[in-house]
């Protein structure tokens, strides 16, 4: 497994137009459509009803579907930008076409803005408008369903992935005002759909055949399809859109004002709406998920921390304590000795103490290494870009909280090394979090993290990982790996000891040196697996 | 009184440690007691002598600083020297407040313990000297007769002997004999030397 690969699946099972939906979202949905029929039933003996003077809701209408399509566009580009998948950018910009059109088609709207005097733009603008987003919408689904680039491009450089949304953004304005400009300098040279301000011509039937034409395609290619959350919710949207189209066109006669007319915009409403709430609905679900994970996660570094530090005090008081009886004893020891006559027979006992106490000393430093020995029995071959990017997802809170930039950069072909996995795994991650304990200080400049891994020399494997913090003294850099030396206020100063203990252990080397000009560089090397066991290989 | 027997009480839970801190002190010539915990050091007899403690700052049950606290209640004033695994910045504060003669962390140089030891062993030398002062200055002013307190209380208040004649409703000469007694019984030389006794006893000074 690649580095990329474990990043792409803990991404995919967040996003939702890569999430598969569940059966409560699916029956959720169903049970929408179900309601949603029933309004459509119920309206049905009414549908010829005219409503007069209503216009005076159309500007509301417009404006709330304006707001919920401009907000959805907005959500989906933020997805657009995570997931940088092309299909979702089209998506969001039929949204967006869908949601600018509204205006002009509201402003143009018979006797609805009478009070402003605005410059007649004819009789057949409004229709015109409407049918370019009705039409419009369902082809930028299509774009969505054709384009098919899920295979996830988060390396897609964030640049370009801007320069997508500001290109996208300018081509759909420049489309809708191309689109109103056409419409309102040439409204008697359109075909005539408009009999009069209410009541529509022979010609318009082909235009609601057309739209659930290509809703229909719409429809079917996401049924057939329907892999993720976002898919099963457009098939609710496409659901309203055709009940909508019904309403307006067959079922209201195509007559404006009527409750057949005005039911088919609430569909229309509810179709902009949809999306936007599943969207929210989701963010919030993930909000929620997210500081859990965080709170877990630092629970889980907190108690690994105190345990190492408990244990390196145990084991500082072990060895200290013999340490200091046998100087001690031979202080005594040389005190008898300069006595006036010399008492041969104390300090042969404080010499014998002394043996004593160093086999005692002994002991305990042989206790702690058998304890990382026992460790070290179950070596096998580790995939260090995995065990990377494994470390790298649990640090991600402390990446996203401390603000720091996250560079890697990892050999696809790296060898194998064999190794204790959880051992190496915490030399990264007391790698990692000094790399980010050391950048928290620094406000000036970026926060950059970079990881890489790579292949040394034919066998050997050269990890380095740089930060741009506060850098190191000379002093600190001559006394960094000794125990107990920190420079941090809460530090035990037992993580890199322990850090170059485990990687020597494996038959490498782990130094520092500093980074030009901010910061500082650690790097170990590991011997490939091949140099360390090749009878393992043979045998496998 | 400088040939007295010094003696080092050293308590810690290490063996290690109280055997080569007990041959330490003896090779310097100090008697030197090791007890396991505080509690064996209260529960055991304590020779007379000057002395001082060498203490573990982390023992198990009672800690060296609570065992500090208490002895201060008990009325032990034996001066106390700290010893710790690890040099614990507040812990040392603290201990130094109360009153300790040094802290020191493990391993320290023999030299410093053997110094803090000899200023401990000074101090205790000088509290027991004065404490035995004290105790037989108070037994001489225990002989006294209740009218040689009287006239010594109002001699040491500076009165001459006729105003003390008046006082107590005496002859000058009975006071004159008083007096001299005052004098042979406290083994005061001069009036200097009783006003002094009298200033150490805390003599409570008549008023008028």
Redesign the interface.
Known sequence: MSLMGTTEDDVRSFLISLVPPGRHQTNLAVFTVIMLICVLVLTLPFAHIYLSHTEVFVPAYAAAVFVNELITTTLLLVLYSVQRSTAVLALSMGYLFSGLLIIPWAVTFPDVFAQLRLPDTGLQSTVWIAISRRLGFPLFILAYLMIRDDALSIRKPFHRVRRAIIGSITGISFLVGGICLIVFTSDDALPEIMRDARNISSLWQYVPATALLLYAICLITLWRRRRSLLDLWLMVVLCTLIFEVILLSYLGGGLRLSVGWWSGRFFGFVSATVILLVLLSETTLLYARLARSIAAERRTRESRLTAMEALS?TI??EI??????????A???V??LQ?SKP?LE?TR??LE?IV??GH?AGKVVESVRSMFRKGTQERGPVDLNGLIAEVLRCSQSEVTIGHVTLQTEVDKQLPLVTGNQIQLQQVVWNLISNAIDSMRPVTDRARVLRVSCKRQNRDAVLFSIEDTGIGMTLDDKNQIFEPFYTTKSDGMGMGLMFCRAIIESHGGQLWMKENIPHGTIFLFTLPGADEILPDMRAST | MTDEQTIVFIIDDDISVRESLTSLMRSVGHAAESFESTHDFLMSERPEGPACIVLDVRLPGQSGLEFQRETAGLGIHLPIIFISGHGDIPMSVSAMKAGAIEFLTKPFRDQDLLDAVHRGIELDRKCKRDQARLDGLQQRYQGLTPREQEVMALVVNGQLNKQIAAELHLSEVTVKAHRAQVMHKMKAKSLPDLVRFADRLDLVIPKH
Do not use: C, F, V
């Open positions: 005090a500082a008081h200290n304590q013999p340490l200091a009886s046998m100087i001690t004893n202080d005594a020891g005190r008898w006595k008492d104390e006992t404080a103490r004593r106490d005692r």
